[in-house]
């Protein structure tokens, strides 16, 4: 039901866009969120946006460098990523909560999408 695409290599100082392609059911009510995975670290947050009001958050990590945001009438999320460091090299997921919370984490996903890796050279 949600189905993340887009990672790719990239060197240092470049830009992707991830997108985040949801189906099967209606996400209006629902928070969206990015997370991470490098290899042997845990998932970590990332980005978060209501489906229904477009409101945001960021990890301060990504803050300036990042930007999340959505397409109601593709029921798509993007995010997109400028500067890119090869300290953002990770598995990236997007995922959705029902849950009234001001930051998203782990605990509290619905759903995850499949990950996509990002791999940022120096």
């Known amino acids: 039901q949600l189905q993340a695409f887009g990672g790719g290599l990239v060197q240092a100082g470049g830009s992707l866009r991830l997108s985040c392609a949801a189906s099967?059911?209606?996400?209006?009510?629902?928070?969206m969120g990015w997370f991470r995975q490098a290899p042997g670290k845990e998932r970590e947050f990332v980005a978060q946006?209501?489906?229904?009001?477009?409101?945001?958050d960021y990890a301060d990590f990504v803050k300036g460098r990042f930007t999340v945001s959505r397409d109601n009438t593709k029921n798509t999320v993007y995010l997109q990523m400028n500067s890119l460091k090869p300290e953002d090299t990770a598995v990236y997921y997007c995922?959705?909560?029902?849950?009234?919370?001001?930051?998203?984490?782990?605990?509290?996903?619905?759903?995850w999408g499949k990950g996509t890796q990002v791999t940022v050279s120096s």
């Open positions: 946006i209501s489906w229904s009001y477009g409101t945001t």
């Open positions: 995922a959705a909560t029902s849950r009234y919370i001001l930051r998203i984490n782990v605990d509290v996903i619905d759903y």
């Open positions: 099967g059911r209606t996400f209006g009510n629902y928070k």
